[in-house]
């Protein structure tokens, strides 16, 4: 399809345990997001990409979590010594270029992550 | 404060009516966006309708509209002729055009439209 991708679609880990989940956005698209969405909670941004580098990583909230985005299409958040708070479901969005507030950003159907 | 807050935790509308699902926003800066998604239950965020600060007649979307004003700093959400498959989680997000490309998002509406 032509939408955002996103794998594993649900991933179990042990506290302690290094992750990563894989985002594989719209062709085209230059500008990547990662939000993370806590249970009857809405999403909460985490790190935006422009191209290769991150732009904003001002919602990432501690240095257990990384991102990269190496080529400028697919982007692997990275989260080291996982916690059981850091459960939760992981969106992740692309927009064609990144600027202007009418810039609709598009999902994926998340990862599910599960610390226990 | 929040950017962008949502009252209405959970609600519920006969199908083939009209229902209003509230949001309010908080910014300062004179150029933004505003978005509604949807999220059934299968977790994907679907782009709904979205509202630009500066456009002067309210965003319609098929069944979706949205009820834009301004002054009260407020986005509603019309869906007219709900259908069972309207129920479903209702985000409203805002994005400013001045101070970052993350979109902040309110709690939520979850809808439950009744046969």
């Known amino acids: 399809g032509a939408g955002v991708s996103q794998t594993p679609s649900n991933k179990v880990t042990e506290k302690g345990k290094y992750v990563e989940l894989r985002c594989d956005p719209i062709s085209g698209h230059t500008a990547l997001y990662w939000y993370r969405q806590s249970l009857g909670q809405g999403p909460e941004f985490l790190i935006y990409?422009?191209?290769?580098?991150?732009?904003?990583d001002s919602g990432l909230p501690n240095d257990r979590f990384f991102a990269v985005r190496p080529e400028g299409s697919v982007s692997t958040l990275k989260i080291q010594r996982t916690e059981r708070g850091d459960s939760a479901v992981y969106l992740c969005a692309s927009s064609l270029i990144g600027s202007g507030a009418q810039e609709t950003q598009y999902f994926g159907p998340g990862t599910r992550l599960l610390v226990l | 404060a929040q950017k962008i807050t949502q009252t209405q935790p959970g609600m519920f509308v006969q199908e083939k009516e009209a229902v209003t699902l509230d949001c309010t926003y908080d910014?300062?800066?004179?150029?933004?966006?505003l978005f509604w998604y949807k999220q059934p239950s299968s977790g994907e965020m679907i782009f709904l309708i979205y509202q630009g600060s500066y456009d002067q007649q309210n965003a319609t979307e098929g069944r979706y509209s949205l009820n834009f004003q301004k002054a009260r700093k407020s986005a509603n959400l019309v869906i007219s002729a709900s259908q069972l498959g309207d129920s479903a989680m209702y985000f409203c997000a805002m994005r400013e055009d001045n101070t970052g490309n993350q979109f902040y998002f309110g709690t939520g509406t979850s809808l439950t439209v009744i046969p």
């Open positions: 910014t300062s800066d004179p150029s933004y966006g």
């Open positions: 990409f422009q191209g290769t580098g991150a732009a904003d």
